[in-house]
């Protein structure tokens, strides 16, 4: 078992060929979105579940990335609020990446930038 699998028990692992089905082989049509180190897919799942793939940029000179990854899984992994995406699941394989469910109000960031400060208290 994986340190994953350990400690986010109720979280989906993908594989790869799921996610890239989803993604049209991360088509660049699908790109929604771009964090600081990850670029994110819009897809869709075979049971029509629409879903967002945050895919962690290859940068290997940079170590925290990986860790911020593993941190953003802990994190997210435990939010619920009806403004954020949840967080479906996780790849690890040919890089990292994290799976969302679609949102049309983007990520938790836009969502209170964009409905204003009494969002954060809602
Ligand atoms: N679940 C989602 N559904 C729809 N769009 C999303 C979702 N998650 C992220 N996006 C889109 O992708 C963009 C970038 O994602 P996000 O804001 O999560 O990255 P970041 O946290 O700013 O940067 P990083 O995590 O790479 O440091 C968002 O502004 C939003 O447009």
Same mark, same amino acid.
């Given at each position: 078992?994986?340190?994953? +699998?350990? =400690? ?40 029509? +579940? ?27 992994? =435990? ?13 690890? +394989? ?18 209170? =930038? ?9």
């Amino acid at each position: 078992m994986s340190k994953i +699998e350990k =400690h986010q028990p109720l979280l989906k692992c993908f594989s790869y060929e799921n996610i890239s089905n989803a993604t049209n082989e991360f088509h660049q049509d699908n790109l929604v979105g771009r964090g600081g180190y990850s670029e994110v897919y819009k897809g869709v799942l075979c049971d029509g +579940e629409t879903i967002a793939v945050k895919r962690l940029a290859k940068d290997n000179n940079d170590p925290n990335k990986e860790k911020e990854f593993l941190m953003e899984l802990g994190v997210i992994g =435990h939010v619920c609020h009806a403004n954020t995406a949840t967080l479906l699941g996780y790849c690890i +394989e040919n890089g990292l990446y994290l799976i969302f469910n679609y949102s049309q109000n983007g990520n938790l960031s836009t969502a209170l =930038h964009g409905y204003g400060e009494e969002a954060l208290y809602t």
